[in-house]
């Protein structure tokens, strides 16, 4: 993996911030476990993540997938703790789906 793209900040349901470092979604990660945000780039230059995941490997799960899917940015927050994984991609995945409902 490159050096990161830029960090950028995502606030989950319960109003705690999130700070990830956000890369272009074709570069190949390395196996860290953590919280992935799929992401695109507006025409204004504003970062829009669409789906929240969480995986004991980066590797195993985004390389090349990202890219196939769509999505041009993939932000990423290390955590090794999956509970706590779990309990980041649930509070920003709450906010994601508010979005859709609108």
């Known amino acids: 993996m490159s050096p990161?793209?830029?960090?950028?900040s995502w606030v989950g349901i319960s109003g705690k911030a999130?700070?990830?470092e956000v890369y272009p979604s074709d570069l190949k990660f390395n196996p860290v476990s953590g919280v992935y945000l799929l992401c695109?780039?507006?025409p204004e230059g504003q970062i829009e993540a669409f789906f929240a995941g969480e995986t004991?490997?980066?590797?195993?799960?985004?390389?090349?997938n990202a890219v196939h899917e769509g999505f041009s940015l993939v932000a990423l927050l290390q955590c090794e703790d999956p509970i706590e994984r779990h309990r980041i991609?649930?509070?920003?995945?709450q906010v994601f789906d508010e979005k859709t409902k609108l």
Do not use: A, I, V
């Open 4 to 8: 990161r793209m830029r960090t950028h």
């Open 18 to 20: 999130y700070s990830f």
């Open 40 to 42: 695109g780039e507006t």
């Open 56 to 64: 004991q490997s980066f590797h195993d799960c985004l390389n090349g």
């Open 89 to 93: 991609q649930n509070d920003l995945r």
